[in-house]
Nanobody, 128 residues
Framework: QVQLVESGGGSVQAGDSLRLSCAAS????????MGWFRQGPGKEREFLARINWGNVNTYYADSVRGRFTISKDKAKNTVYLQMNNLNHEDTAVYYCASAHPPRAIISSFTSASAYDYWGKGTQVTVSS
């Protein structure tokens, strides 16, 4: 079991920045990758970014590439999502998730089904 706790959400103005954090605990030795997703009001859960735990590879959704940056601190078992130039469309609950073999390897990394454990989410509200 892996426990994930997100933090850093809040209410901001359009154009502002936020940095989300996700602290992992438990069986973190089996983590293959960490990802960020979000779910806006009335919308499906959307993949945002992924970072591999064993190398420097990162992946982004087209909708956030260039504005959002995913990073990690393995010593702290923490992954971050730096979000810049936020707009109203970024309003959502943001979730982090951990991916473990074999699902992490055989599933598409943009799919929620590739991730085994999820945090409870942190709310981000952007007002224009």
């Amino acid at each position: 079991q892996v426990q994930l706790v997100e933090s850093g959400g809040g209410s901001v103005q359009a154009g502002d920045s936020l940095r989300l954090s996700c602290a992992a605990s438990g069986r973190t030795s089996t983590v293959y990758a960490m990802g960020w997703f979000r779910q806006g009001p009335g919308k499906e859960r959307e993949f945002l970014a992924r970072i591999n735990w064993g190398n420097v590879n990162t992946y982004y959704a087209d909708s956030v590439r260039g504005r959002f940056t995913i990073s990690k601190d393995k010593a702290k078992n923490t992954v971050y999502l730096q979000m810049n130039n936020l707009n109203h469309e970024d309003t959502a609950v943001y979730y982090c998730a951990s991916a473990h073999p074999p699902r992490a390897i055989i599933s598409s990394f943009t799919s929620a089904s590739a991730y085994d454990y999820w945090g409870k989410g942190t709310q981000v509200t952007v007002s224009s």
